[in-house]
């Protein structure tokens, strides 16, 4: 009995993990690149590629792999802010906003 509710709890420990890691790809993305990066005037004015819109980012995704565009904003290259000016995010947060980025855009 103990065994079987041992296992009960790793099998919610995965799911809960599993959404944390999802969400907080969104959350990132909401908090930081969600300015530039969703369409409206901002993003029109920069001229980021609006999330969802596949056709404003073929022309990334034709160009970059994923792993060079986290690294395009990781390290701020090509005119991108480091961290799209997120200071306190970590690298997996920036990370996981681009995998967002891509689930949706792609
Ligand atoms: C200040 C506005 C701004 C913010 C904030 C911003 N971006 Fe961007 N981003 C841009 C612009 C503008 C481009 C297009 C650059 C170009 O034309 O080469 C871009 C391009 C990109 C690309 C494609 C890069 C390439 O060359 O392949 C990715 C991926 C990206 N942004 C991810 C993010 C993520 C993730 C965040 C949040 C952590 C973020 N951006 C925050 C303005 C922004």
Redesign the pocket.
Known sequence: MIFKNILVVCFLATIAFMNVSYASGEK??EK??A???SGGLKGWL????AIGDKSDWSE?FD??SLE??KS??LNGE????A????EE?SDDD?NL??DY?SSKSK
């Open positions: 990132v993305f930081t690149c300015s530039c990066h920069s001229g980021a590629p990334f160009k970059n060079t565009m395009i904003v090509n005119n991108h802010k961290k799209g000016g997120c995010c920036i906003a681009v980025i």
